[in-house]
């Protein structure tokens, strides 16, 4: 019995797979990634390194562009494209927009590749004949091309929708890239049925780019479910004397990095290596526990929809619709269980999977479930807006009275100001969502991607109306921007010439964004008589810090106002210690 043959679980007609206009789509996309991207300083510890690792490959050169690094301490963690793509920008553009922006015009590249790969890629697998739904008697139901076109819009903009990625993907870190790898790799694969040669040259970018991001921990699982991609029951099989040359190509491309790096820092390799080795392990209980707790809000709302396809085309598991998506996903799930701690940066590698296969899953669902999660997200996403809404007039006006004192405590000492631009912006995007709730309500569109527009939109939106009513506060709370410029000045101050400042449990985080802010670097040198000391108010109190007891001269004590806890000294040690 040919695979043509077996009955399809998926049922639509025309007017189910109906065009979305693609301003639309891509007018959502570009407001996605460029909300929250710019005109900010760096929140998290992974943004402010990935910054930091890609100004001091292009300030100090040299071995700085081969082995990522903060100032003067090796990065010897994940690996070097993120920084050779983010220095090359900040070299083309940083004159023009400045270096933080400039560092993060690559994510709209990494963006790119990520949403273009799981659209193509899903429009190929689509309009496959295995993936095609039931022929209907008198006819009806939609050509291969337009089924096919419906099913990528439908993957790209649950990916959109995915709730974990959303403030990762803004991040000058390794999460845009090795997502894109990832992306770039399903891509790929779904070429090779048509095109080998094409879809093994992306491979082979893919696979290198993956090593090259993230070291083996991000390409294992890209690497691994791109070989059981071709199994022999799999319509990839015929294509898999394409594998050793793409596997010999992928080799070269990490040679030509490895082994000059090699050759530039024993100490950075043989760190390197044991970041890898030793991020692997076996299974343990408790973090399988957390894992299995973070993952469902991480990718939700498609995962669901995932195991729904995989259930609903379960006769069809081998299709290619189905296999290579279920492939990486299953890869990725794997790895996160051999790993001593898994987060959201291993987390990521799920999305564009469960985005495709949850696109396949839509026409299998039946009306009233489509029209449930239609619902579903309106409700949902008008309550996020709500309370983004809720939240700013808390802030500004003091009311309601429980949500201000909560954020007045985690904003201590910031003086909230109206931006009316803001405002306006907001207002219109509020608008937007509005009227498409009621575009949803009177329309009553038939379009198999009405929900997945819903759900992508409302998040977006979301996300929009939080940059542009929190952004000031969540930068005053998060950045280190005034603590930076103190210590500089503090630094400028006491310092004497030939004098050296060493750090004392200065975090990576903060260290990066002193260099971003101030170039500021701050070596292990024990010879240095003055020291950066980060603690918290607590150990300082009950005497646990180092130096609390003892008599070296305070210089500077400062952090971020909104921190109750985290606080820095600088000190000068007499020359004896």
Same mark, same amino acid.
């Given at each position: 019995?040919?695979?043509?043959?077996?009955?399809?679980?998926?049922?639509?007609?025309?007017?189910?797979?109906?065009?979305?206009?693609?301003?639309?789509?891509?007018?959502?996309?570009?407001?996605?990634?460029?909300?929250?991207?710019?005109?900010?300083?760096?929140?998290?510890?992974?943004?402010?390194?990935? +910054?930091?690792?890609?100004?001091?490959?292009?300030?100090?050169?040299?071995?700085?562009?081969?082995?990522?690094?903060?100032?003067?301490?090796? %990065?010897?963690?994940?690996?070097?494209?993120?920084?050779?793509?983010?220095?090359?920008?900040?070299?083309?553009?940083?004159?023009?927009?400045?270096?933080?922006?400039?560092?993060?015009?690559?994510?709209?590249?990494?963006?790119?590749?990520?949403?273009?790969?799981?659209?193509?890629?899903?429009?190929?697998?689509?309009?496959?004949?295995?993936?095609?739904?039931?022929?209907?008697?008198?006819?009806?139901?939609?050509?291969?091309?337009?089924?096919?076109?419906?099913?990528?819009?439908?993957?790209?903009?649950?990916?959109?929708?995915?709730?974990?990625?959303?403030?990762?993907? %803004?991040?000058?870190?390794?999460?845009?890239?090795?997502?894109?790898?990832?992306?770039?790799?399903?891509?790929?694969?779904?070429?090779?049925?048509?095109?080998?040669?094409?879809?093994?040259?992306?491979?082979? +970018?893919?696979?290198?780019?993956?090593?090259?991001?993230?070291?083996?921990?991000?390409?294992?699982?890209?690497?691994?479910?791109?070989?059981?991609?071709?199994?022999?029951?799999?319509?990839?099989?015929?294509?898999?004397?394409?594998?050793?040359?793409? =596997?010999?190509?992928?080799?070269?491309?990490?040679?030509?990095?490895?082994?000059?790096?090699?050759?530039?820092?024993?100490?950075?390799?043989?760190?390197?290596?044991?970041?890898?080795?030793?991020?692997?392990?076996?299974?343990? +209980?408790?973090?399988?526990?957390?894992?299995?707790?973070?993952?469902?809000?991480?990718?939700?709302?498609?995962?669901?929809?995932?195991?729904?396809?995989?259930?609903?085309?379960?006769?069809?598991?081998?299709?290619? %619709?189905?296999?290579?998506?279920?492939?990486?996903?299953?890869?990725?799930?794997?790895?996160?269980?051999?790993?001593?701690?898994?987060?959201?940066?291993?987390?990521?590698?799920?999305?564009?999977?469960?985005?495709?296969?949850?696109?396949?899953?839509?026409?299998?669902?039946?009306?009233?479930?489509?029209?449930?999660?239609?619902?579903?997200?309106?409700?949902?996403?008008?309550?996020?807006?709500?309370?983004?809404?809720?939240?700013?007039?808390?802030?500004?006006?003091?009311?309601?009275?429980?949500?201000?004192?909560?954020?007045?405590?985690?904003?201590?000492?910031?003086?909230?100001?109206?931006?009316?631009?803001?405002? #306006?912006?907001?207002?219109?995007?509020?608008?937007?969502?509005?009227?498409?709730?009621?575009?949803?309500?009177?329309?009553?569109?038939?379009?198999?991607?009405?929900?997945?527009?819903?759900?992508?939109?409302?998040?977006?939106?979301?996300?929009?109306? #939080?940059?542009?009513?929190?952004?000031?506060?969540?930068?005053? =709370?998060?950045?280190?921007?005034?603590?930076?410029?103190?210590?500089?000045?503090?630094?400028?101050?006491?310092?004497?010439?030939?004098?050296?400042?060493?750090?004392?449990?200065?975090?990576?985080?903060?260290?990066?964004?002193?260099?971003?802010?101030?170039?500021?670097?701050?070596?292990?040198?024990?010879?240095?008589?003055?020291?950066?000391?980060?603690?918290?108010?607590?150990?300082?109190?009950?005497?646990?810090?180092?130096?609390?007891?003892?008599?070296?001269?305070?210089?500077?004590?400062?952090?971020?106002?909104?921190?109750?806890?985290?606080?820095?000294?600088?000190?000068?040690?007499?020359?004896?210690?």
């Amino acid at each position: 019995m040919s695979p043509i043959s077996r009955s399809t679980p998926a049922r639509l007609t025309i007017l189910g797979a109906a065009k979305l206009p693609r301003l639309v789509l891509l007018g959502l996309s570009l407001a996605y990634i460029t909300a929250g991207l710019f005109m900010r300083d760096p929140w998290k510890t992974d943004d402010a390194v990935g +910054l930091a690792t890609m100004l001091t490959a292009l300030r100090e050169g040299g071995v700085a562009w081969l082995l990522p690094q903060v100032g003067n301490l090796a %990065h010897a963690q994940e690996g070097p494209l993120t920084t050779w793509v983010g220095a090359i920008s900040i070299w083309l553009f940083g004159p023009l927009v400045g270096d933080i922006t400039a560092g993060r015009l690559p994510n709209l590249l990494w963006f790119g590749i990520t949403a273009a790969s799981v659209w193509y890629g899903t429009y190929l697998l689509g309009r496959r004949a295995e993936a095609q739904p039931l022929a209907l008697p008198f006819g009806g139901e939609p050509e291969p091309r337009d089924y096919g076109r419906m099913l990528a819009d439908a993957a790209l903009l649950l990916l959109l929708a995915t709730v974990g990625i959303l403030q990762r993907i %803004h991040e000058t870190s390794v999460v845009p890239p090795i997502m894109a790898c990832g992306a770039l790799a399903f891509y790929s694969l779904a070429r090779m049925l048509d095109r080998p040669l094409t879809g093994s040259v992306t491979l082979v +970018l893919a696979l290198a780019g993956s090593f090259l991001t993230r070291g083996w921990i991000g390409a294992l699982p890209v690497m691994m479910s791109a070989v059981l991609a071709f199994h022999p029951r799999s319509m990839l099989w015929p294509r898999a004397r394409w594998l050793p040359a793409v =596997a010999l190509l992928t080799a070269l491309l990490i040679l030509a990095w490895w082994i000059p790096a090699t050759q530039a820092s024993e100490y950075w390799i043989r760190n390197w290596k044991a970041w890898n080795t030793t991020s692997f392990t076996w299974p343990l +209980l408790g973090m399988s526990v957390r894992t299995l707790r973070d993952l469902p809000w991480y990718l939700w709302p498609a995962w669901p929809l995932a195991l729904v396809a995989i259930w609903r085309w379960r006769s069809w598991l081998y299709s290619p %619709h189905i296999w290579l998506a279920m492939m990486q996903a299953l890869c990725a799930a794997l790895l996160l269980f051999f790993l001593e701690e898994p987060n959201e940066t291993e987390y990521v590698m799920l999305a564009v999977p469960c985005a495709a296969l949850a696109a396949f899953s839509l026409p299998t669902l039946r009306r009233g479930v489509v029209n449930t999660l239609d619902w579903f997200a309106v409700m949902c996403f008008s309550l996020t807006v709500c309370t983004a809404w809720l939240g700013w007039v808390a802030l500004h006006f003091g009311w309601p009275t429980k949500i201000a004192r909560n954020i007045a405590r985690q904003t201590a000492g910031y003086e909230p100001a109206i931006s009316w631009t803001a405002v #306006l912006l907001a207002l219109v995007v509020t608008a937007a969502w509005v009227l498409l709730v009621v575009w949803r309500v009177h329309a009553r569109p038939a379009a198999l991607w009405r929900g997945t527009v819903l759900s992508a939109s409302g998040l977006a939106a979301t996300w929009i109306l #939080l940059v542009l009513l929190w952004q000031p506060a969540v930068d005053y =709370a998060r950045s280190y921007r005034t603590a930076s410029g103190e210590l500089a000045a503090a630094l400028k101050t006491h310092v004497r010439p030939g004098e050296c400042v060493r750090g004392l449990g200065v975090g990576a985080g903060q260290r990066a964004s002193f260099l971003i802010f101030d170039n500021l670097t701050f070596p292990y040198d024990a010879r240095c008589t003055i020291v950066l000391q980060q603690t918290t108010n607590s150990s300082l109190r009950d005497g646990t810090a180092a130096y609390s007891d003892e008599k070296v001269q305070e210089l500077w004590r400062g952090g971020r106002r909104a921190d109750r806890h985290e606080v820095f000294r600088l000190l000068r040690l007499p020359p004896s210690q």
